[in-house]
């Protein structure tokens, strides 16, 4: 009897232990478990990017790989995209622009400004048998002003087959801002394949821009994170939030951006920022840099606009901050606008070592996608929402760092919080 009590005993002993080793070699290394598995315990060894990722975004085959379905020979009339807003948005919707030409097999007029930013010589090259563009308008329209199809307001099913087409047809030459939704899933393949091209493959900087961009990427110390901080007074003010203990200054600014929106208050604020609207603040932003082990010695580049608040928040504790302003000579600087200095912390980013944001805007979205196409993965967005969630369960000091990086942790691994358009797709690891 006492032969057959052992075995089972014994089994459960191997068992248990080979389980807890196998845990022990699945668990990625977190900064707060004593031991590594290599036994040398390091902070710098195990920061988030060390963290074993199970999925990957990549740019997926059936654009990559797409065989071409020809261009109608004759065209249905000439698009021109209006484009409004920032870089990225613009950006954004120029791209939605480029598939609704497609779409309707019509004619790509570039759009005002195009030329200031990006290459035209390359992007025509490279949208070659994906979509018509041309550069300058045929003499029988050239005189004349595009008719203006408003779509950017309209919402739900909108269908520019049913919508548009037949005023191209009226008009030949109509002008569009892309509808914020659409029935992106009644594209033909080929529609999608010209998007993801001229959105991810065909856009490049103007020579110029790119020269410049580049000067400031080699000015910059290796290896670097850039960091995309959103705590401007005009967003905080668009965001509703609450921020006790602000500086007098940084109050007098955020009034100063308030048009008609103000802060929410009391409980309201609270399910706000549960909801993880509110951009996290300079020093929140270290904290949560922190507890992915992330270096106070990192160099990092701040992809920001002018007027950042409270930055002592991150300086602090981040001492080798780097700004474009900081890096390239007055002149040059100030003689650039809104968009291409915006290009110059586009062009970074997409090429730095690592990208960390902490907002999920275009620009963001932008250089989440262009960085999983050209392979690097050092992406992660901070959640807002994690972290307010944890600090009104009243967690601090390590606790909420050890949770903080938990949740940023599964992200990164399970490739959450940077869901890339339909251009990506995701690979199991
Ligand atoms: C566009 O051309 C394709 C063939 O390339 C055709 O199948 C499709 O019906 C056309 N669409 C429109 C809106 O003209
Ligand atoms: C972060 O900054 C806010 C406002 O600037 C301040 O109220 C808060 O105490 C700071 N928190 C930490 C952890 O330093």
């Not at 071409?68 to 613009?90: F, H, K, S, W």
């Not at 609270?270 to 990192?298: D, F, H, M, Y």
Request: aromatic share 10%; proline share 6%; glycine share 6%.
């Amino acid at each position: 009897m006492v032969v057959f009590s052992v075995k089972p005993v014994f089994s459960v002993l191997v068992v248990s232990l080979s389980l807890l080793f196998l845990l022990a070699l699945l668990s990625p290394p977190s900064p707060f478990s004593q031991n590594s598995i290599s036994g040398k315990p390091s902070l710098g060894e195990v920061d988030i990017w060390s963290v074993r990722r199970l999925v990957e975004w990549r740019p997926c085959n059936w654009w990559l790989q797409a065989h071409q379905t020809a261009l109608p020979l004759e065209t249905n009339g000439y698009i021109r995209v209006d484009c409004y807003g920032g870089l990225n948005q613009m950006r954004r919707d120029f791209c939605d622009g480029v598939g609704i030409a497609r779409l309707l097999n019509a004619t790509l007029v570039l759009p005002n400004g195009f030329a200031d930013v990006y290459d035209v010589d390359y992007f025509v090259q490279h949208m070659n048998g994906f979509v018509k563009v041309i550069k300058e308008l045929p003499p029988e329209i050239a005189t004349k002003e595009p008719v203006l199809v408003d779509c950017s307001k309209r919402k739900g099913q909108f269908d520019y087959v049913e919508s548009v087409l037949p005023s191209l047809l009226k008009h030949k030459y109509i002008s569009i801002t892309p509808a914020m939704s659409q029935r992106r899933d009644r594209y033909p393949l080929y529609a999608k394949a010209a998007l993801c091209q001229a959105c991810y493959k065909a856009l490049r900087l103007t020579r110029s821009l790119e020269m410049k961009a580049s000067q400031l990427l080699d000015a910059i110390p290796k290896p670097f994170l850039s960091l995309h901080l959103r705590f401007e007074p005009d967003m905080v003010a668009y965001s509703q939030c609450e921020y006790p203990g602000l500086s007098p200054a940084s109050v007098k600014a955020i009034e100063a951006a308030q048009i008609d929106r103000k802060p929410w208050t009391g409980e309201l604020a609270r399910v706000w920022r549960q909801r993880g609207k509110c951009p996290l603040t300079p020093n929140e932003t270290a904290l949560i840099l922190e507890s992915l082990s992330i270096s106070p010695t990192t160099n990092i580049y701040l992809a920001a606009g002018d007027g950042l608040m409270e930055i002592e928040g991150l300086t602090d504790t981040y001492t080798n901050i780097f700004t474009k302003s900081s890096l390239l000579s007055g002149e040059d600087f100030t003689n650039m606008h809104g968009n291409t200095k915006a290009a110059l912390d586009y062009y970074v980013s997409i090429n730095s070592d690592s990208y960390v944001a902490t907002y999920f805007g275009n620009m963001d979205k932008m250089v989440a996608a262009m960085r999983a196409f050209n392979g690097l993965y050092k992406t992660l967005f901070l959640s807002r929402r994690g972290f307010a969630e944890l600090t009104s369960q009243g967690l601090g000091g390590k606790e909420l760092m050890q949770a903080l990086w938990k949740v940023h942790r599964d992200d990164f691994a399970a490739g959450r919080g940077s869901a890339l358009p339909e251009c990506f797709c995701e690979f199991n690891l």
